[in-house]
């Protein structure tokens, strides 16, 4: 039987596609539009995207989007984004493996100041496909990187913890638990789990919402999806700070020294 809250976030994550694509429907780069030959393509390339919704093949796509020498970057993301969206949201896509370099390419082209309409799309696609990821089938680090494109897209982690924190479901605590698993050696260092290249000034102040934000929301939500005790007491000790943590009987000493 097909599990109704991943029904429901994979109806929704449909439905932010077709906004998005209705957002963006005949965008095209400005006839104005450059960049190095050497580096991006030729001619013919930069022909597809001056035709509005002209599909573009894979290869294409990716370098279009992963070149950040454009003198108008808002745009060709404009223009290519209804297809690069339709392959993040699809697991087989290499897109979606390239889900964090997405994320600084949107920062890039400063998706929030998009004419209203088309921020407010992008914005209720990265929350669609977050959620779907929280309850679809998958591992800890399809979980991790999709939080880090949402995280590095829009400078905040707050909207995407609201959202976990929000989803009673199994499948949101076992990712819970894979994360935790992950992210434990670098929050212990008060390090981020993450390298976030556009927002790294925000890495200290994300490292500590995310460590405040799991002594609160984790422990019940551990215990309850069966987490070892080891797991739970390196979340305990993300509570604490400086001797108070090192010198804990529960500090993994030999694995963060």
């Known amino acids: 039987m097909t599990d ?3 029904r429901a976030a994979e109806d929704r994550l449909d439905a932010a596609l077709r ?3 209705a957002a963006l429907r005949g965008a095209a780069v400005h006839p104005d539009a450059y960049n190095c030959p050497c580096h991006w393509g030729g001619p ?3 022909a597809l995207l001056r035709t509005p919704d002209a599909p573009l093949s894979p290869e ?3 370098r ?3 070149q950040g020498e454009w003198n108008d970057i808002g745009a060709v993301l404009r223009r290519v984004l209804p297809q690069l969206a339709a392959e993040l949201a699809d697991r087989g896509s290499d897109s979606f493996d390239d889900r964090e370099d997405i994320g600084y390419a949107l920062a890039r082209g400063d998706w929030p100041h998009w004419p209203a309409q088309q921020a407010a799309a992008v914005r209720e696609f990265l929350h669609a496909l977050w959620n779907h990821e929280l309850l679809a089938p998958g591992d800890a680090w399809d979980v991790h990187r999709t939080l880090e494109m949402c995280v590095e897209a829009s400078g905040e982690l707050a909207p995407w913890l609201d959202t976990w924190a ?3 479901h199994p499948s949101a605590d076992r990712s819970l638990a894979e994360a935790v698993a992950v992210w434990d050696h670098d929050l212990l260092r008060d390090e981020p789990p993450w390298s ?5 000034d925000l890495r200290d102040a994300l490292t500590a919402e995310l460590s405040a934000w799991l002594t609160r929301h984790a422990p019940a939500r551990l215990r309850a999806h069966g987490a070892p005790d080891g797991l739970l007491h390196r979340v305990r000790l993300l509570g604490l700070t400086g001797p108070d943590r090192w010198y804990d009987p529960h500090w993994p000493g030999h694995l963060y020294s």
């Open 196 to 200: 976030l290249t556009w927002h790294y």
């Open 4 to 6: 109704p809250h991943l």
């Open 166 to 168: 929000a989803l009673d």
């Open 60 to 62: 294409l796509l990716r």
């Open 19 to 21: 906004h998005l694509t």
């Open 44 to 46: 013919e390339d930069l």
């Open 64 to 66: 279009t989007w992963r």
